[in-house]
């Protein structure tokens, strides 16, 4: 009897220190601080993106710097204003040619190439044909033609009622491509503008400037 009553309490002793030794691993304190660390970034990530949601609902403004292509010298900025049910676009681009030039919205932000080719083809997601910007069938990204004086310098101010900030028909984050000649409204699929002489990337706007 006494026997098993020292092996019982020999079990119990073992398993105590079993225990403690277990509690004082620093391996198995890492383990649960890392485990807190991944929980607390998940959280995280998931707040910042519902955050991002709602700031781009909230966009009233964007903008875009126009930079020449190789071998031209075309430059500018356009700002696109929350107004009413469409977008107020206001253009400056100066270094231009006396005449008219197409002035698209293209369906990448990217103005990597020499020539602007990276920016794709006109921003179109009704996958329709080439139009006027006041044409009832066009691209999205359809804005005419800059018209530049003796001095090079084209100003344009509109209101386009088929640009959006948000939705399907948001052009933030979107290029915009002006060309060396005039865009005839009726050819397809571009207008006929010939080369890209500008590029630059919508982005958002400070709206309080």
Known sequence: MKRRTLLLNWILAAGFLVSLQSCNNPQNRDTNTENEMET????????????????????????CV???????DVKGT???????DGVKVVADVEGLTPGKHGFHIHQYGDCSAP???????????????????EANVRHVGDMGNLEAGNDGKAHLEY???MLSL???HSIVGRGIIVHAGEDDLTSQPTGAAGAR??????GIGNSSN
């Open 115 to 133: 020539d602007g080719t990276s920016a794709g083809g006109h921003f179109n997601p009704e996958g329709v044909d080439h139009g006027g910007p």
């Open 166 to 168: 948000t939705g399907k």
């Open 197 to 202: 002489v500008a590029c630059g990337v919508i």
């Open 78 to 84: 356009v700002t696109f204003t929350k107004s009413g």
């Open 159 to 161: 209101t386009d009622n």
């Open 66 to 72: 126009l930079h020449p292509t190789e071998g031209n």
């Open 40 to 63: 607390k970034m998940e959280t995280t990530g998931n707040m910042e993106a519902h955050s991002h949601d709602h700031v781009s609902m909230d966009i009233s403004k964007a903008v």
